[in-house]
C-alpha cells in the first residue's frame, strides 16, 4: 500500500505541474465552458416580472441555483475522453501498457488533478460573479452537511467512470469523436447545467433521474440549494453509487475487449 500511495503522489505531482504549463488556456475554456450558468440567470431574470416566479423559482433561487451549478462543474464534470481517444489513435497509449501501475488509476489521478486545478483558476472569476449578483444572494444558506460533500464526490466519480468507459470505445473504432459530441447534448440537458430539471416536464424530469447525467451535477447542486432535502439525498446517494459501479465495470469490459483489436501502431 505504501507503494502505490507513493506512486499515486509522484503522478499527482506531475499532472499537477503538467495542469499548470498552459495557465492562459486554461482559463480561457474554463470561461468557455462556464459561459452559459454565467448567462442563463440574467436570461430568467429578465423574462420574469418584478418579484415573480417560473416554476417556483424566484430570481435569487436562480441565481443561487445557477452561482452554485458554476461552481460544481469546474470539480465535477470531467472532459478527458477526448484526450484518451487521441492517445489510443496515435499509438501514445501504448506506454501505459507497461507502466507498472493501473491504467484507471493514472487516468483517474490525472482527471483529478486538473478537476482540482481547473478550481483554483476559477475561483477569482467565482468570487468576481458572487460580488456581482451580491444583491440576489441575501439570505442564501447553502446546505453544506455531510450529504452535500458525499454527493460531489460522488458526482465526480459517476461523471468520471462515464466518461472513462466511453473513452475505452476508441480501443474498438477508428472515429470516436463523432459519438463524444452527441454525448453533450443529452449531458447538458440532463444534469441541469443549462437549467433547473425542475423546468423540464414531468415525463422529461422523470427520464433525467434514471440517467447518470443527472447524478453527476444537478442532484449535488439542488442539495445544496435546498431543492431537494437531505433526506431524500439518501437513496439518490445511493443511486450514485450504483452508477459509478456499473460504469466502472463496463469500462473494464471495454478495456479487455479492446485490448483484443489495440495494435498501437498510431495515425
Known amino acids: 500500500m505504501a507503494v502505490a500511495i507513493r506512486k499515486w503522489r509522484a503522478l499527482f505531482s ?18 468557455t465552458d462556464t459561459l452559459p450558468a454565467m448567462i442563463m440567470p440574467l436570461v430568467f431574470i429578465s423574462a420574469m416580472e418584478p418579484g415573480g416566479q417560473i416554476s417556483g423559482f424566484s430570481a435569487a433561487d436562480f441565481v443561487s441555483y445557477y452561482l452554485t451549478m458554476l461552481l460544481l462543474t469546474n470539480f465535477i464534470t470531467s472532459h478527458i475522453m477526448w484526450d484518451l481517444a ?13 507502466r507498472p501501475i493501473s491504467y484507471f488509476q493514472v487516468t483517474f489521478i490525472r482527471n483529478l488533478t486538473w478537476r482540482i486545478m481547473r478550481v483554483m483558476l476559477f475561483a477569482p472569476f467565482f468570487i468576481l460573479f458572487l460580488w456581482g449578483f451580491r444583491g440576489y444572494l441575501q439570505g442564501f ?5 455531510w450529504e452535500a460533500w458525499i454527493s460531489i464526490a460522488l458526482g465526480h466519480l459517476v461523471s468520471f467512470t462515464f466518461i472513462l468507459w466511453m473513452a475505452m470505445l476508441a480501443l474498438l473504432f477508428t472515429e470516436i469523436q463523432s459519438i463524444f459530441g452527441l454525448y453533450y447534448i443529452p449531458m447538458l440537458f440532463l444534469s441541469g447545467q443549462l437549467f433547473p430539471i425542475q423546468l423540464l416536464p414531468e415525463w422529461a424530469a422523470s ?22 432535502s437531505p433526506e431524500q439525498a439518501h437513496p439518490l446517494i445511493v443511486a450514485q453509487i450504483g452508477f459509478i459501479v456499473v460504469q466502472t465495470i ?3 469490459m471495454l478495456w479487455r475487449w479492446g485490448l483484443k483489436f489495440y495494435t498501437g501502431v498510431g495515425m
Open 14 to 31: 506531475i499532472y499537477m505541474q503538467d495542469s499548470l504549463a498552459y495557465r492562459a488556456s486554461a482559463v480561457i475554456w474554463i470561461l
Open 86 to 98: 487521441y492517445e489510443i489513435r496515435d499509438g501514445a497509449f501504448t506506454v501505459h501498457l507497461v
Open 250 to 252: 463496463v469500462a473494464r
Open 141 to 145: 444558506t447553502p446546505y453544506l452537511g
Open 207 to 228: 427520464i433525467a433521474k434514471f440517467m447518470p447525467f443527472y447524478y453527476t451535477t444537478a442532484m449535488p447542486t439542488e442539495l445544496i440549494v435546498g431543492r431537494i
